[in-house]
């Protein structure tokens, strides 16, 4: 879970390891008892600190939570376009590289249980601004799939057919939908389990089919 939300290596954060701490905390507090029943106290609890060091940091929950969920889905999209860009270089088949960036966003999730409960279920109570954030994210994800889809019809454009933006959107509504129903059953740990069926979904979006043969004799 550190690996998504602790910001030690960010030089403009003073204090960075509670601050860490503290985002930890909150995604674990979120996970037990959730987003409305968390309170400072918990957080301060159980990241090991006082409430006013948690003051210090962040003016409410709320803020925390921004933080928490923008900072991990910065990670999840920066290993996402690694792993676009690696596949690439290695010169994959197109389905293979769309699976590559696929697993890789299944698995770094699945990596920190908590942290996608937060993302995936306890945003959604937060309030307009944190709603406007997982709006903002979503975004960020679909222009990344869209690049890449851009970039496959043009490298294959036999096999892959261009397609709009906001069918781009309803793929990853539906992905978005297949993480949350394992995230609600308990089952985090088993993202990474869904990325055949999640990258069958963009291939058949995006695959270009052929059209019926017509009979040789036909007029």
Known sequence: MHTLVDPAADPAVDDAPRRGRILWALAS???EKGYQATTIADIARVARVSKTVVYTHFPDKEHCLLELYSR????VLATVRQAQEDARSAGLPWRDRLRAGISAYLETLADGPAVA???????????????????KMIDRYVD?????????AQDHPDEVRPVSRELV??????????MLARVERGE????????????????????????????????
């Open 144 to 152: 990344l799939l869209c690049g890449v889809a851009e970039g496959l």
């Open 188 to 219: 985090a740990e088993h993202l990474r389990d869904d990325a055949d069926v999640a990258t069958e979904a963009v291939v058949g979006l995006l695959e270009r089919r052929q059209g019926p043969r017509r009979p040789p004799n036909a007029e």
């Open 169 to 178: 959107l309803a793929a990853v509504g539906g992905i978005n939908e297949l």
């Open 29 to 31: 507090c979120m996970a």
């Open 117 to 135: 409960w937060a993302a995936l279920v306890e945003v959604q109570a937060a309030g307009r601004p944190a709603l406007a954030l997982r709006r």
């Open 72 to 75: 991990a889905n910065d990670k």
